[in-house]
Every structure is written in structure tokens, then in C-alpha cells.
């Protein structure tokens, strides 16, 4: 099945807090999904696709996967 890539940079995740990871599972249906650490306060997003994305759902994700981790802190 195709679909988009979703990268997520996160400056939670690390061996401490493997549970971060969980709050993305409700994605994987839809997208395949790459989290990464960083080194900033906020995280960071990036979809790749072969097809349009459209602004209004990637703001919409943006804003579902802030929620997840502020539920998680």
C-alpha cells in the first residue's frame, strides 16, 4: 500500500521515554512514520508524498501530533 512518508523530529525521544513513540500509533494506518531526536524545543515535521499534499490536512496533522505530546508530558 502506498503511502506518505511522515518524518518527526522530537527532543523527547530518547532511551528514557521509548512511550512518546506509542501516541503515533493511531497514524500508521495512514502513514509510515520516522521519528528522530533533535537538539531544539520544538519538534519537527515533514511529509513526504508523491501526490499533492494538501496545506489544510498537513496543518491538521501538524496540530494532532503537538496534542499527542503535550497529553504524553
Same mark, same amino acid.
Given at each position: 500500500m502506498i503511502k506518505p512518508i511522515l518524518?518527526?523530529?522530537l527532543p523527547?525521544?530518547?532511551n528514557e521515554n521509548p512511550e512518546i513513540a506509542d501516541a503515533f500509533t493511531p497514524l500508521k494506518n495512514d502513514y509510515y512514520i520516522i521519528l528522530y531526536p533533535i537538539n531544539r524545543d520544538e519538534p519537527e515535521f &515533514? +511529509?513526504?508524498y508523491e501526490k499533492d499534499f494538501?496545506? +489544510? &490536512?498537513?496543518e491538521e496533522l501538524k496540530q494532532y501530533i503537538k496534542d499527542q505530546l503535550k497529553a504524553k508530558r
Amino acid at each position: 500500500m502506498i503511502k506518505p512518508i511522515l518524518t518527526i523530529g522530537l527532543p523527547e525521544l530518547d532511551n528514557e521515554n521509548p512511550e512518546i513513540a506509542d501516541a503515533f500509533t493511531p497514524l500508521k494506518n495512514d502513514y509510515y512514520i520516522i521519528l528522530y531526536p533533535i537538539n531544539r524545543d520544538e519538534p519537527e515535521f &515533514k +511529509v513526504f508524498y508523491e501526490k499533492d499534499f494538501n496545506d +489544510v &490536512k498537513y496543518e491538521e496533522l501538524k496540530q494532532y501530533i503537538k496534542d499527542q505530546l503535550k497529553a504524553k508530558r
